[in-house]
């Protein structure tokens, strides 16, 4: 029985983010089965059809993260403090060798509840902790066991690329993901810039199993330019790849990402604070790149788009002024809008992943991932008079109300539906206490805290007043 199915959400403010971004105020969206039926005002439904009442919020398309390392989310905010150095450190060199498949699969189920409590319905799980396709087999059970769609974005970064992606036991691995309707599959790599492009055989495997690539592009001593030109010489970037962070690029890497119709993902807090390079949506927009958001780990920040969407839009809007300042010139009008960044972290994520067809936008015949922002106890929930603004300003996870993926509401009033959050607790404190006694407390405590650089404070020349910050500072 389909009616038995139905939803609708009712008099809400909709951001279609149709082609045209429609906004239609006091409107309804209908959910039949697992796509919207209508959008539009005083819907008729059929009968049984549960009502959600969705006046004085905010109705939109569930929200997409292109680069997620979900299994990193056992180590929660442990890395608050660092930078890229001493993530790569902790995880590359030293600690990450450490996890076992049930700590990805731990950090996968925490990320994905994470997800959708924040209304992200789409996420790509750049899963690249997986050491044996045992930890991939553990990462996929996470993602199965809970709502929400993922893309499992296949990597090892304790081997090189052409070693784990040309091993028989990831390709019979990669041929049953493929099988699989509900979870995406990509791979996942970086590039180093070795003149010998060893990359190339990974390459070759995502051709020859027809999945896309995503690599961390545009790494501050990472991955550079390079790593960008040999993947494109030898023909790899098509319009499915997905560079992540592609912040410290020549115009020439930007121009061969355009021409090849590849899609870029910021991430922005972690370009922020971890130091890939300055978030580069000013360099994106000058040359016609398409933007999808993620952010990155939640070893640093927490796992939603509103700090994307909001910290996106500073960091493009800092810039913009700090160059003209430079130039003795003052921007009258800011280049990158609210709708902008609501856009790529929705439609801008579809694309990017090639579902624009079903997913990214409330339309008729699209799949009902759908997220109502309400929060009827919040002072910051009225006036709603810019929803744009409102959605990337103003709101945040706590107020994600209810949110809908394949047509299922997966969160209720502003609480989890089906989610066993004590018992993914349970799993995550047993990943915490084993990793900390391998490591031992002392390492642990030092990876948590890394060392303060000496600073130089300089000489106040205001020492001569009374004033208070003279004699506070001079001294
Ligand atoms: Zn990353």
């Not at 001493?86 to 699969?105: A, I, M, T």
């Not at 640093?300 to 003209?324: I, V």
Request: proline share 4%.
């Amino acid at each position: 029985m389909a009616d038995q199915n139905s939803v609708v959400l009712r008099g809400g403010t909709v951001l279609t983010l149709d082609a045209q971004h429609t906004v239609l105020p006091g409107a309804d969206v209908l959910v039949t089965g697992d796509r919207i039926a209508a959008v539009g005002p005083d819907l008729e439904v059929p009968e049984g059809t549960r009502e959600i009442d969705a006046r004085d919020g905010i109705v939109m398309p569930g929200m997409i993260d292109t680069h997620r390392h979900m299994w990193q989310t056992a180590m929660r905010g442990y890395g608050a403090d660092w930078t890229l150095t001493q993530y790569f450190v902790w995880y590359y060199l030293e600690s990450g060798k450490h996890f076992r498949p049930q700590d990805v699969r731990a950090g996968n189920l925490l990320a994905a509840a994470e997800a959708i409590d924040a209304g992200v319905t789409t996420c790509v799980d750049w899963s690249h902790g997986l050491q044996t396709v045992g930890h991939a087999e553990a990462a996929v059970d996470a993602l199965r066991s809970l709502p929400g769609r993922y893309v499992l974005a296949y990597g090892n970064i304790q081997q090189g690329p052409w070693e784990w992606s040309t091993s028989a036991d990831f390709q019979a691995f990669a041929r049953r993901m493929l099988d699989d309707e509900r979870l995406g599959f990509q791979m996942a790599f970086d590039v180093t810039g070795d003149p010998t492009f060893p990359e190339k055989a990974a390459y070759e495997v995502a051709r020859e199993l027809g999945v896309p690539v995503t690599t961390h592009a545009g790494v501050w001593g990472a991955t550079n330019d390079d790593g960008v030109r040999l993947a494109h010489e030898a023909g790899f970037i098509n319009e499915s790849h997905i560079f992540v962070h592609a912040a410290s690029l020549s115009a020439d890497s930007y121009h061969r990402i355009a021409a090849s119709g590849a899609s870029v993902s910021v991430s922005t807090e972690s370009e922020q604070s971890a130091g890939q390079g300055y978030p580069p949506t000013w360099a994106l927009r000058a040359h016609n790149i398409p933007v999808s958001l993620s952010m990155d780990t939640s070893v640093w920040w927490s796992g939603d788009l509103f700090s994307a969407m909001r910290t996106t839009l500073g960091a493009d809007r800092s810039r913009e002024h700090f160059e003209a300042h430079q130039k003795g010139e003052t921007i009258t009008h800011c280049s990158l809008r609210a709708e902008h960044v609501v856009d790529w972290a929705t439609r801008g994520g579809a694309e990017a992943l090639g579902r624009s067809a079903d997913l990214g936008s409330l339309e008729p015949g699209k799949k009902a991932d759908v997220v109502l922002i309400k929060n009827e106890a919040s002072p910051v929930s009225f006036p709603l008079l810019n929803p744009y603004g409102h959605v990337a300003f103003q709101a945040q996870r706590g107020d994600v109300h209810t949110v809908l993926v394949d047509g299922r509401v997966v969160k209720e009033d502003h609480k989890l539906v089906g989610v066993d959050l004590g018992a993914i607790r349970r799993e995550v404190e047993a990943t915490v206490e084993y990793l900390r006694g391998t490591l031992g407390e002392e390492d642990w405590l030092k990876g948590m805290n890394p060392d303060v650089p000496a600073t130089k404070v300089l000489d106040n020349p205001y020492t001569y007043t009374d004033y208070a910050s003279g004699a506070t500072h001079g001294g």
